[in-house]
């Protein structure tokens, strides 16, 4: 199933978006620090939103998430909601943000050592993920299957020996937050839907340093590792062109 075609302008709000939500990661990577807490994160994502006047999508009523930004630590993969904890230094924590700027939405997510910088397993698990979400853009040369982007991007985990959450995938983004086509993080070159120029895709590798097995929290949002191991997450929200690809939320 293909999505929406967008219009220039469209695909052009998309792209002032995409740096807003880049310059907002930005700060967040100097403010993030051993002794602050998710909710005060949360509060400082907030304000940034409003003051690029962009909207805070997971707040609206397509999400009704709690809170702007989530943020999953150590053996939370992702949808991590925003709770009191105050980062330790080692903690592994993703942040996922989507925004929406003049009716359009972009996402992306890193993960980041609080306090340190990564050392050993930690180190390992940050550097294979955050290369399969590169290797998976790299797949896109023009008109690409998203087994293409699978393929690639399995291939680099699996070289790392990392765990492959396959129960979650990345997706078409514009629009809506979650669009038409999924985008797993692993499959066969030839296969799946094809993507061609115009389209824009949130590509979102999430790995562990144990298994693939997954479970969601009582508070319904929150999904970590079934074997409590670390696990990072890495996102960008790109566009398919004629040739190749453009990173939309790229600092």
Same mark, same amino acid.
């Given at each position: ?10 695909? !052009? ?15 967040? @990577?100097?403010?993030?620090?051993? &002794? ?14 409003? @003051? ?22 150590? !053996? ?19 942040? !996922?943000?989507?925004?929406?700027? @003049? ?44 087994? !293409?982007? &699978? ?38 070159? &030839? ?61």
């Amino acid at each position: 199933m293909q999505a929406r075609i967008k219009t220039p302008a469209e695909i !052009d709000a998309m792209r002032e978006g995409g740096k807003i939500l880049a310059t907002i990661f930005n700060g967040l @990577k100097q403010i993030v620090k051993v &002794g602050i807490s998710e909710r005060e994160v949360n509060t400082w994502v907030e304000n940034e939103i409003n @003051k690029f006047g962009a909207i805070a999508t997971y707040k609206t009523s397509e999400v009704n998430f709690p809170g702007v930004i989530c943020i999953s630590t150590n !053996d939370e993969i992702v949808h991590g909601v925003p709770t009191d904890y105050v980062f330790e230094r080692g903690d592994v924590v993703s942040f !996922d943000l989507v925004i929406t700027y @003049k009716n359009m939405k972009t996402d992306s997510a890193f993960t980041m050592v609080i306090g340190d910088e990564p050392t050993g397993v930690k180190k390992h698990l940050l550097n294979f993920t955050e290369r399969s979400l590169l290797a998976g853009i790299d797949a896109i040369k023009g008109p690409t299957h998203t087994g !293409d982007i &699978g393929a690639a991007i399995e291939k680099v985990l699996n070289e790392g020996k990392l765990g492959i959450i396959r129960e979650l995938v990345g997706h078409g983004v514009g629009h809506e937050m979650h669009q038409a086509p999924e985008v797993p993080n692993y499959g066969h070159s &030839g296969t799946g839907v094809l993507l061609v120029p115009g389209d824009t895709i949130a590509i979102e590798p999430m790995a562990t340093l144990g298994g693939e097995r997954i479970k969601t929290d009582e508070d319904n949002w929150t999904i970590r590792t079934r074997d409590g191991s670390l696990s990072a997450h890495f996102e960008h929200t790109v566009l398919v062109t004629e040739d190749g690809v453009e990173v939309l939320t790229q600092f």
